[in-house]
């Protein structure tokens, strides 16, 4: 017999065994020795009273023992399997490569970038010297964008596919258990490379193949089919079917489509800024103390507004984090944040942005690269008003409000460096005017946040894709080009590594309904 509660205590007794078992007796009224084991189900803090909680539902099992799950995965060989081409190696291409191996068909995976051991020279350059590699960095290389912005697993896309699927995934190629139960699960940014890897290795097993270095140039299409790529070297490849899911940030994709005759369109993003805080300040407002003590994981925050018609909110939250230079080229700063899995950094930080609508952007309504062109805008500014070398524009939080240029600006965690300038030089005016407007009230919303401890960094503009892929709901194939399927963030369909692995497992489906395998 078995039995679900609920069970309350206070931070430190979230792991010990005995304590768990005591209240989890008393919750459902059963003899402690009765109980064999207790399963977490879902577990989170509790910070709305002047105590802060952990709160987690369990299940109790009596008169049964408890087995506990094992996370190892035997992938069928595919060697001589129909050929998939997948083109990008971040978490949609690599979901729809497992995928494919399940459904018996043999994924070809081509990343245009390095593999993550690889991979990590470029992003000291980056971080260094300010150089970027246009095939190498924070965006382009094997586990995309995903593999070095935090590992962050929350999502609200419940109903687009088996999200505890894609957890348990993440566990069989060594992530924690506690991603599972966590109501913000997260892995962190140094474990990630390693959980990638084994997620190759397999792919690599069962007769998949994974190519680096390797850049698609052209879409192969007769009589309204696909039939496979051409690469950046001239090689052809052939196949019946291409999951496209190359990222926000490809945008020679959305131009080699365009070149194509292959439809593309404009769709709304966000722009912005990155704000980081001293992470005690995060703390004390989130847990009503002046200390938070080693028996807490750093805070985080949420935070909306509605500011003149149009929501300005955080995004991407990294407690005990980093800002990230996240430029694809030597003239723009894009910034991001990430934390390790320990969270353990100084600083807090959010990227603090304002909804774009279609309306709000001038220039043909026709055209598919005006969002992108509007975002590419404010990433030249940015890299202009830094000076060079990847230095980002900055400004103290009170300053931005006030109007003035911050006379220096506070120890921060964006190793590139930063410029005090008047951000108003960098952002669109009527977005420069809603933050003015917003952060204040976050401030009322939240003690302490409205703080000239706080620097903004700018420009936070990849928080989606400027350009979406258009696929049929159904078969998720584009409508113009059988076989073809759209994927993942780049194409305008995730907006995180949780959805982006979900949408490549659907559109992995939807290949095998197409080849009818």
């Not at 990630?192 to 192969?220: C, H, S, W, Y």
Request: glycine residues 10%.
């Amino acid at each position: 017999m078995t039995k679900e509660v609920e069970i309350v205590c206070p931070p430190g007794q979230q792991e010990d065994e005995a304590v768990l078992t005591s209240l989890a007796s008393a919750a459902a009224n059963i003899p402690a020795n009765k109980i064999n084991g207790i399963k977490i189900l879902k577990r989170s803090i509790d910070a709305r009273g002047r105590k802060v909680l952990y709160r987690m539902q369990v299940r109790v099992y009596v008169d049964e023992p408890y087995q506990p799950e094992i996370f190892n995965h035997q992938y069928q060989s595919v060697k001589d399997a129909k050929r998939v081409i997948i083109v990008g190696a971040g978490p949609a291409g690599i979901f729809a490569a497992l995928q494919c191996i399940e459904q018996g068909l043999k994924p070809v995976i081509l990343e245009r970038g390095k593999d993550v051991k690889q991979r990590r020279r470029d992003l000291a350059n980056i971080n260094k010297q300010g150089l970027v590699n246009p095939e190498s960095n924070y965006c382009f290389g094997e586990g995309g964008a995903g593999t070095y912005s935090d590992g962050k697993l929350y999502t609200r896309s419940t109903k687009r596919g088996d999200v505890n699927g894609v957890l348990k995934t993440f566990v069989a190629h060594g992530a924690t258990e506690d991603i599972l139960v966590d109501a913000r699960p997260h892995i962190g940014t140094n474990k990630l490379p390693q959980i990638i890897t084994a997620m190759r290795e397999n792919i690599l097993n069962a007769g998949g193949e994974v190519l680096f270095d390797t850049k698609v140039t052209a879409l192969l299409v007769e009589f309204g089919k696909i039939k496979g790529v051409q690469l950046a070297n001239g090689e052809k490849l052939l196949a019946d079917a291409v999951i496209l899911a190359t990222g926000h940030s490809a945008h020679d994709i959305f131009r080699m489509l365009h070149s194509q005759n292959i439809l593309i369109e404009a769709k709304p993003f966000a722009l912005g800024v990155r704000i980081e805080h001293p992470q005690e300040i995060i703390d004390r407002a989130q847990y009503h103390c002046e200390y938070r003590g080693p028996d807490l994981p750093p805070s985080y925050y949420n935070l909306v507004e509605q500011v003149d018609d149009r929501g300005v909110f955080s995004f991407c939250m990294c407690p005990g984090g980093i800002i990230a230079p996240c430029a694809t080229a030597a003239d723009e700063i894009v910034v991001n944040g990430w934390s390790p899995s320990k969270r353990n950094n100084p600083f807090a930080n959010s990227g603090t942005v304002v909804q774009i609508n279609m309306e709000d952007v001038k220039g043909d309504m026709n055209d598919p690269f005006r969002m992108l062109e509007f975002q590419q805008q404010a990433e030249h500014l940015a890299f202009k008003a830094g000076g060079g070398n990847l230095v980002a524009p900055a400004q103290r939080m009170v300053d931005f409000v006030e109007g003035r240029v911050s006379a220096n600006l506070p120890v921060n965690s964006y190793l590139p460096g930063c410029k005090s300038v008047d951000l108003k030089e960098v952002l669109p005016d009527w977005i420069h005017a809603r933050l003015r407007k917003a952060l204040p009230a976050f401030g009322r919303k939240m003690k302490g946040y409205y703080t000239n401890e706080a620097i903004l960094v700018g420009v936070e503009s990849r928080t989606s894709s400027p350009i979406k892929v258009p696929r049929d709901r159904e078969t998720f194939q584009h409508p113009q080009v059988a076989g073809l399927f759209p994927c993942g963030e780049g194409a305008g369909y995730a907006g995180g590594i949780i959805s982006a692995a979900i949408d490549g497992v659907n559109c992995a489906d939807g290949v095998v309904r197409y080849l009818g395998v």
